[in-house]
């Protein structure tokens, strides 16, 4: 018995030491030894092999259906006035009064079933189809038995996975956040100085970077140029929780939010001793005055970092761009706009909150094969006279999105919960009677009801 | 994540349901994710509120009677056999299928279409829209942006277009007649991709 507890033991010691010596320490001085280089293209070779093994077989079997991500239906791109244009050429104007026709009712018809079918909205809340699949089950999508070899590789890839990389994950998972909490209760300490701001951002950015060898995270920087600089506002897409982590990898920045309990309440309380950083009361969020103050004060002091927000107020699937809230473009300062794309091939990173709690979505990340992604800086940007926030905040999205290859889309975020505003069907109305009631339609003055 | 999608054996009643409407595979697999992707609940059928949270649908003037389309009288569910076959009435014509005399009519004819386009004004189902009928959908359409006046006004005229045996209603007849230069097909279609 005492034999197995010694080697379990020494096995202990051994599995710390990898850890600490190959991963922790390089990750900590931002050196790279290539394991993760190597692995990404040894999975990329093997997701290709995959990927055409899938595609032969599909040939063979004319009975499975092969993925499409590109949607189900073909949309006609026309707008109100030019389909019902086209529905009423054939039959026989008649201008006396009003022009309303029967068959106007089948552009709306039509819309309605198109949407029932597919929606541009639902499916920014659900994960990303892929094209084929990447060999795990969680993607798993039609799948048929196709080949021998195809399932070894998957069963190797959830050994691998669940085994290896998934305790390896944990233990660097628990070694970043504890020394994050230690670390900046520590720097906390001492007393306000340059010395004091130096080691926070070092304390801040080797945690940040053990967490992200914690997710197997590659991510390419580009345009370093025009990273956020102090005293200015940084916004980003929001896809997951892990965008912090992404983005804190390469600049420190201060981080804005609610005051949560539990472990997020005590890596908040730890994190705003060393540096500031903004957080609310759920009750101060309500007003908006206090919150674009505190704002404001933030910025205005240039020695503070600067702020992390993601406008769109919720998780989106990393397909899309969603609204941007205007309250961040209001306060003024310099915005600096990133975009974030992760390539979906190695891993989901989309945090469906209502699917998943946060404990088992970071098991889902690190149960992945990676997490891969490309991280823009874009130019500073800044509100420009005669335009309001709402449309700086859209100037500000059109950018990200057009950077990331992303769909940009009006929709508000919060329809993911909410419902639509009465006010959306207005629109559509208006639209519609406008093409019947021309201005001239009565002698008498009769303007909208 | 996506919950994974179902192979033609988990859909219950696959063939006859492609036989009767004519969808692929493919078709009845994409179908059927969507199906469960509304039924958030995962109850194996749809209610008016599942279709209520489609958000462009929400926007739709006329998106409470299409909702209605699918949910025959007094019932509260929609299955996904339902679901189907009501979505049939919208695939492209089939221009090369022969004509055989006995076969029932195919679900996404000319006729049918036109049929499933006058029960969306037609709701109390008698056959023909009244002058109130036509009036409730202009209201719907046109919201208040119109006075009663107009609205009477465009009313009483599309009657007396289409009502040609003079008894202030369009019958189904009256209606296909009204519209039969309409490009049906290409109005009352959806293209599905493969």
Not at chain 1, 75 to 104: W, Y
Not at chain 2, 92 to 100: A, H, Q, T
């Amino acid at each position: 018995m005492e034999g197995a507890w010694e080697i379990a033991f020494v096995f202990f010691q051994v599995w710390l030491s990898v850890i600490v010596g190959l991963i922790m320490l390089p990750a900590m001085f931002g050196v790279s030894l290539g394991f993760t280089d190597i692995y990404i293209k040894v999975l990329v070779k093997i997701l290709e092999w995959a990927t055409l093994r899938i595609q032969r077989g599909q040939k063979e079997q004319p009975t499975l259906p092969s993925q499409s991500a590109n949607g189900i239906i073909e949309k006609d791109d026309g707008s109100m006035e030019e389909e019902i244009g086209e529905l009423r050429r054939s039959h026989p104007k008649n201008l006396a009064g009003g022009d309303f026709t029967l068959c106007d009712a089948f552009y709306f018809c039509k819309k309605g079933i198109e949407n029932i079918v597919e929606d541009q909205v639902t499916q920014r809340f659900t994960s990303e189809e892929l094209a084929s699949w990447n060999l795990l089950t969680r993607t798993n999508n039609n799948f048929c038995y196709i080949s021998l070899r195809l399932t070894i590789i998957w069963g190797l890839g959830v050994f691998i996975r669940y085994c290896i990389l998934l305790p390896l994950r944990i233990t660097l998972a628990v070694i970043g956040l504890s020394w994050l909490v230690i670390g900046t209760t520590l720097v906390g300490l001492l007393p306000s100085s340059n010395v004091k701001n130096w080691l926070s951002d070092l304390v801040h950015i080797t945690c940040y970077r053990i967490c992200a060898r914690g997710l197997s995270a590659t991510i390419h920087y580009h345009n370093k140029e025009n990273r956020p600089k102090k005293g200015g506002i940084c916004v980003a897409n929001h896809t997951s929780p892990i965008d912090i982590v992404i983005l804190a990898n390469d600049g420190c920045y201060a981080m804005v939010g609610q005051v949560h309990g539990g472990l997020m309440g005590v890596i908040q309380r730890s994190i705003v001793r060393s540096c500031p950083h903004v957080w609310f009361e759920r009750s101060e969020m309500k007003d908006r005055h206090a919150v674009a103050k505190r704002l404001k004060d933030h910025i205005a002091d240039k020695n503070k970092l600067p702020i992390l927000i993601f406008p769109e107020g919720t998780c989106i699937n990393n397909t899309s761009v969603m609204m941007f809230k205007k309250g961040s473009f209001e306060i003024g300062g310099t915005i600096y706009p990133v975009a974030i794309k992760y390539d979906p091939q190695f891993g989901d990173a989309f945090w469906n909150s209502a699917k998943y709690n946060m404990v088992s979505y970071l098991l889902r990340m690190m149960t992945s094969w990676a997490i891969v992604c490309n991280v823009w800086y874009l130019p500073p940007m800044t509100r420009q006279d005669g335009e309001d926030a709402v449309q700086f905040a859209n100037r500000v999205k059109s950018a990200i999105a057009h950077q990331g290859g992303l769909v940009d889309l009006s929709w508000d975020g919060g329809l993911k919960r909410e419902k639509v505003k009465e006010s959306l069907k207005e629109e559509q109305q208006k639209m519609y009677s406008s093409m019947i009631v021309g201005s001239d339609f009565f002698e008498a003055s009769v303007g909208p009801a | 994540m996506g919950s994974t999608s179902s192979t033609l054996l988990k859909i219950p009643n696959a063939e006859v349901l492609m036989q009767e409407t004519g969808f692929s595979p493919a078709h009845i697999i994409r179908l059927h994710d969507r199906f469960k992707a509304l039924d958030k609940e995962g109850r194996g059928y749809l209610c008016p509120q599942d279709f209520g949270a489609i958000k462009e649908l929400a926007m739709n003037p006329i998106g409470d009677r299409i909702i209605g389309a699918f949910f025959s009288p007094g019932k509260e569910t929609v299955d996904f056999s339902t679901f189907v076959k009501i979505l049939a009435h919208f695939r492209p014509v089939d221009k090369d299928r022969p004509k055989e005399p006995n076969s029932p009519e195919p679900i996404n004819s000319r006729s049918n279409k036109l049929k499933f386009a006058f029960q969306l004004y037609d709701q109390d189902k008698d056959g023909k829209i009244s002058r109130d009928e036509l009036l409730k959908v202009l209201r719907a359409m046109l919201g208040m942006q119109v006075t009663e006046e107009q609205l009477e006004s465009i009313a009483d005229r599309t009657i007396q277009e289409a009502d040609l045996d003079r008894d202030e209603a369009i019958s189904f007849e009256e209606f296909r007649k009204s519209l039969e230069k309409v490009n049906i097909d290409h109005k009352m279609s959806i293209r599905f991709l493969r």
